[in-house]
C-alpha cells in the first residue's frame, strides 16, 4: 500500500507485524503474547490456574477510530502510528514474576511478630516460586482497627507505625533481601513534620530486592465515616483514623517496570487509574480490606466480589496495565470480608485468582510490554484523550459543584 507517497509493506510474521517503510523495517508489538508465549500462573493454593493461559484473540496490531472506516490503507496507517510510538520490540521481552500475599484474617489479640512470620511463611513460597515481587494486603500488620471507635484517635495509636523498617518489620526486611524478593506492605503510619504535629495515614510502602524503600503510597480515598455511628453492627470509621493523601498517585521505576500504587477503595475510582495511566504506568499493586457487608446499603453486599472484579478489570484495560489486587480477607473479628485476590492483564482479563480465605500465595509472570498493545492502539491516550472537553474532572468534586 501507498501511504503518503511512500510504499508500505505490512507482513504479519508468527503474531509479529514487519512493517518495511521504504528500505527501513521495524517490528510492531502485535496483539496479545505471540504464539508460544505462553503467560503462566497459578495458586500455591493448589488451584488451577482460572484463566486461559493467554487470549487467543487479538493477535494483530489494530488501532480502531471510530470516525474512520477500516481500509487496508488506514491500517498500515495505523500500523506505522504504533511503530513511530514504540519503534521495535527489545529482542528481550521485558518479564516479572509476581505474587500477590493474600492474607486470612489478623485477629485483635495477635501479635506483630506472629503477623511478620506469616508474611515471611508467604514471601519466602513467592520466593521458592521465583517471583521477584510480592504484594501484600493493606493494613498487613494489624487487624482492620477502623472498625471501632472509642472517641479517642489516640486509643489505637498502637496500631500505627512510627517507622519502616522498625524491629518488629526487620525480619520481614532481612528475609526479602536473603531471598532477593521485594515486597509492598500495607500499614497505618505516624508521621511527625518539623512542627511537631503528629499526621495519621493509611500507606503501602514499595521496598526493592534489596531491600530499600522504593516509595511510600499514602491512601489518597479514604472512605466510610469519621463519628461513631450507633445504627452500623460494626463501625468504618476511616475518615476518624486516617488523612487523605495531598500528595496523589505517582509512579515509580523499579524491577524493570513503571509501578504505580493504589489502597483499597482508591481501586473503585477510575481516577485512581488514569492518573497512573497518564504517567505510563505498567503495573499498579493494591492492597484491600472489604467488608461483605455495607452498612449503608446491603443490596450490595451480594456484588462485593463482582465489584472487586469489575473495577480492577476495567481499570487495567482501560488503561493498558497490569494490576495486583490482595486482600487481607476471612472473619476478622466478627466481621466477614471479602478474599478473591486477583492479577489482571492489560486485556483485562484475570492471569491468577485466590481459592481460599486464609493466607495464599497467587502468582503470575507478567509480559509487560503487552501494556503497549493497548497504550499505543486503543488507547493511545496521546493520540485519542481530549483533555479540552474533559475540564470538569479537575473543576468539580461532584455534580454538586
Ligand atoms: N479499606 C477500604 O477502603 N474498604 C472499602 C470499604 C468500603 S466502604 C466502607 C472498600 O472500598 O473496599
Redesign the pocket.
Known amino acids: 500500500v501507498v501511504v503518503d507517497g511512500t510504499v508500505v509493506m505490512v507482513l504479519v510474521v508468527a503474531g509479529t507485524a514487519v512493517v518495511v517503510v521504504g528500505t527501513t523495517v521495524v517490528l510492531v508489538a502485535a496483539g496479545a503474547p505471540v504464539v508460544g508465549d505462553e503467560v503462566t500462573s497459578g495458586s500455591l493454593a493448589g488451584a488451577a490456574p482460572l484463566a486461559p493461559a493467554h487470549p487467543a484473540t487479538s493477535r494483530h496490531a489494530t488501532a480502531t477510530n471510530p470516525n474512520r472506516p477500516r481500509t487496508r490503507t488506514s491500517l498500515a496507517a495505523e500500523m506505522l502510528h504504533v511503530a513511530a510510538r514504540h519503534g521495535r520490540l527489545s529482542p528481550m521481552e521485558r518479564m516479572l514474576r509476581v505474587a500477590g500475599g493474600q492474607m486470612g484474617p489478623i485477629q485483635r489479640a495477635d501479635t506483630r511478630g506472629q503477623v511478620v512470620d506469616r508474611l515471611i511463611t508467604l514471601l519466602s513460597e513467592a520466593a521458592d516460586l521465583g517471583c521477584e515481587l510480592i504484594v501484600f494486603p493493606?493494613l498487613a500488620l494489624t487487624t482492620?482497627f477502623p472498625r471501632w471507635h472509642t472517641g479517642k484517635v489516640t486509643d489505637f495509636d498502637h496500631c500505627y507505625e512510627t517507622e519502616m523498617p522498625n524491629p518488629a518489620t526487620q525480619p520481614l526486611f532481612d528475609e526479602a533481601r536473603r531471598r532477593g524478593i521485594g515486597f509492598s506492605l500495607g500499614y497505618a503510619l505516624i508521621e511527625e513534620t518539623d512542627d511537631g504535629t503528629l499526621h495519621r495515614w493509611n500507606v503501602q510502602t514499595l521496598v526493592d530486592t534489596e531491600g530499600s524503600i522504593v516509595a511510600t503510597f499514602k491512601?489518597v480515598h479514604i472512605?466510610?465515616h469519621d463519628e461513631f455511628d450507633p445504627l452500623r453492627p460494626f463501625q468504618?470509621a476511616?475518615r476518624h483514623f486516617f488523612e487523605p493523601s495531598p500528595e496523589g498517585f505517582g509512579v515509580w521505576d523499579a524491577f524493570g517496570a513503571r509501578i504505580g500504587m493504589m489502597?483499597?477503595?482508591d481501586?473503585?475510582w477510575p481516577e485512581t487509574y488514569r492518573e497512573m495511566g497518564l504517567q505510563g504506568v505498567e503495573l499498579i499493586l493494591c492492597g484491600?480490606?472489604?467488608?461483605i457487608h455495607?452498612v449503608p446499603d446491603p443490596s450490595q453486599d451480594r456484588l462485593q466480589g463482582f465489584h472487586n472484579k469489575l473495577v480492577m478489570q476495567s481499570g487495567a484495560y482501560q488503561n493498558g496495565t497490569f494490576v495486583v489486587g490482595v486482600a487481607k480477607g476471612g472473619v476478622e473479628e466478627g466481621v466477614a470480608s471479602l478474599c478473591e485476590s486477583i492479577i489482571v492483564a492489560p486485556s483485562g482479563e484475570i492471569l491468577a485468582e485466590a481459592t481460599t480465605e486464609g493466607d495464599e500465595v497467587i502468582w503470575a509472570d507478567l509480559r509487560l510490554d503487552w501494556c503497549k498493545q493497548y497504550t499505543g492502539t486503543l488507547f493511545d491516550m496521546d493520540y485519542y484523550r481530549r483533555p479540552e472537553v474533559y475540564t470538569r474532572l479537575t473543576t468539580m468534586r461532584g455534580p454538586s459543584g
Open positions: 493493606e482492620f491512601k472512605p466510610g468504618h476511616e489502597i483499597c477503595n481501586r473503585r484491600y480490606n472489604t467488608p455495607y
